[in-house]
T-cell receptor
């Protein structure tokens, strides 16, 4: 069974600084996808960035980038130039076609961006 | 992307009562999912709602407590039965997308449920 672990329950960063959120996972699958979701106080689940396991190149979306280490089963999220609107819960998630369409979520990291 | 309407957005209920949450999608979808998110916690899958058959429940969740209906490809309901304060959570509906590799699921805005 797949598991996803986020070991940082809470993080804080000063506005305009850079922060990295950690995520590790465990799987015996070779073909899978990893995602970072953002959940602000509005409760919406917003997809931030995705990574395909068979791609070595790390995904980047504007200020958000990942460091994907497949051998280490690590998938961290880096937020550059942090903004107040980045304050939210961040969830790492795992998806493979062999699990009935389900997403497996980590425990979440609560990020606070301070002015 | 699919537009998901979840109702109610929030409610406060008395213990021992039941509440039905609705999830409406603006397009036909194969799979719909119901999650529970306890305060400050991650999302826990309750069940997968299948059209035309019974829902598939995850370990720790039973049909008597969380009955689910899926009468067609655009609609599902989750009932939280005989509620207790421990049921105070956010309940989220999601749907499987056709572009699963890019975004496996779209989520509703959730129902914040408080039990007194």
């Amino acid at each position: 069974a797949q598991t996803v672990t986020q070991s940082q329950p809470e993080m804080s960063v000063q506005e305009a600084e850079t922060v990295t959120l950690s995520c590790t996972y465990d799987t015996s699958e070779n073909n899978y996808y990893l995602f970072w979701y953002k959940q602000p106080p509005s409760r919406q689940m917003i997809l931030v960035i995705r990574q395909e396991a068979y791609k070595q190149q790390n995904a980047t979306e504007n200020r958000f980038s990942v460091n994907f280490q497949k051998a280490a089963k690590s998938f961290s999220l880096k937020i550059s130039d942090s903004q107040l609107g980045d304050t939210a819960m961040y969830f790492c998630a795992f998806f493979t076609y062999n699990q009935g369409g389900k997403l497996i979520f980590g425990q979440g990291t609560e990020l606070s961006v301070k002015p | 992307s699919a537009v998901i309407s979840q109702k109610p957005s929030r409610d406060i209920c008395q213990r021992g009562t039941s509440l039905t949450i609705q999830c409406q999608v603006d397009s036909q979808v194969t799979m719909m999912f119901w999650y529970r998110q306890q305060p400050g916690q991650s999302l826990t899958l309750i069940a997968t709602a299948n059209q035309g058959s019974e829902a598939t429940y995850e370990s720790g969740f039973v049909i008597d407590k969380f009955p689910i209906s899926r009468p067609n490809l655009t609609f599902s309901t989750l009932t939280v039965s005989n509620m207790s304060p421990e049921d105070s959570s956010i309940y989220l509906c999601s749907v499987a997308t056709r572009d699963t590799a890019n975004q496996p699921q779209h989520f509703g805005d959730g129902t914040r449920l408080s039990i007194l």
